[in-house]
């Protein structure tokens, strides 16, 4: 017999918003690279026309950011609330 208690639906949202700030992180730094792309087809590869589709995926993934971080805050309120009514 396993002496491992089975995890609560805290520990999972825990587990959850631990997925997500790593997935916030990465957001983060997809963005930084698209800028740099969107920097460098803006200036040296002007000619390519490509600008357009630079700054759709940076909209795209500023929004996804967003939501996400929406989301965190969200969830760790809720897990806030768990946690104090599990102590009361």
Same mark, same amino acid.
């Given at each position: 017999?396993? !002496?491992? *208690?089975? %995890?609560?639906? *805290?520990d999972h #949202?825990? !587990?959850? #918003?631990? =997925?997500?700030?790593?997935?916030?992180?990465?957001? %983060?730094? &997809?963005?930084?690279h698209?800028? *740099?792309?969107?920097? #460098?087809?803006?200036?040296?590869? %002007?000619?390519?026309? =490509?600008?357009?589709?630079?700054? &759709? #995926?940076? &909209?795209?993934?500023?929004?996804?950011? !967003?939501?996400l971080?929406?989301t965190i805050?969200?969830?760790?309120?809720?897990? %806030?609330?768990?946690?104090?009514? *599990?102590?009361?």
């Amino acid at each position: 017999m396993s !002496d491992v *208690a089975p %995890k609560t639906a *805290a520990d999972h #949202l825990v !587990d959850t #918003l631990a =997925q997500l700030k790593e997935m916030r992180h990465y957001a %983060k730094t &997809n963005v930084e690279h698209l800028t *740099a792309s969107w920097i #460098l087809f803006e200036g040296e590869l %002007k000619g390519l026309k =490509q600008t357009s589709r630079f700054e &759709n #995926l940076m &909209n795209r993934q500023s929004q996804f950011y !967003d939501a996400l971080e929406e989301t965190i805050e969200a969830l760790e309120e809720q897990h %806030k609330g768990m946690t104090q009514a *599990a102590e009361e």
